[in-house]
């Protein structure tokens, strides 16, 4: 396995998720975000490779919806996905959000769910 530098900064959060490969569904929590991408862990298993999309409640409540992603990795009922497609005007509030994030100061809870989030 490759080591490979991410192009953008990833965020702690929680919200919530619900995603589709074909016919199936599952629901989970994004653990950490970026522009690109989320980490997840979910009731439905993924496998590398798999494309599925994404509904995401962020914490201010707002739903972002991601017609096509793909699984970059997955370790049990965890998994990474990066957008493929996202409409403009989406990636445009989820940027937003990111700023957002970048703005805040870390509180005690963020830096923790930071440090789990690279073991």
């Known amino acids: ?14 919200c919530s ?4 490969a ?3 569904q599952g629901k989970g929590m994004v653990w950490n975000l970026s522009w690109s991408g989320w980490r997840i862990a ?7 490779g798999e494309t599925l999309s994404l509904t995401v409640t962020l914490t201010n409540e707002q739903r972002i919806e991601v017609p096509e ?4 990795w997955s370790r049990g009922q965890e998994f990474a996905v990066e957008n ?5 005007h ?3 509030r989820l940027q937003h959000y990111v700023m957002r994030l970048v ?3 870390l509180n005690q809870s963020q830096m923790e769910g930071s440090w789990n989030a690279k073991l």
């Open 1 to 14: 396995m490759s080591f490979v530098i991410r192009p953008y900064r990833r965020f702690p959060v929680q």
């Open 17 to 20: 998720v619900t995603y589709n």
């Open 22 to 24: 074909g016919p199936f």
């Open 42 to 48: 979910g009731d439905l298993p993924m496998r590398p």
């Open 69 to 72: 992603a793909v699984v970059r």
């Open 84 to 88: 493929l497609v996202i409409e403009p």
């Open 90 to 92: 989406t990636h445009a």
């Open 103 to 105: 703005r805040e100061p």
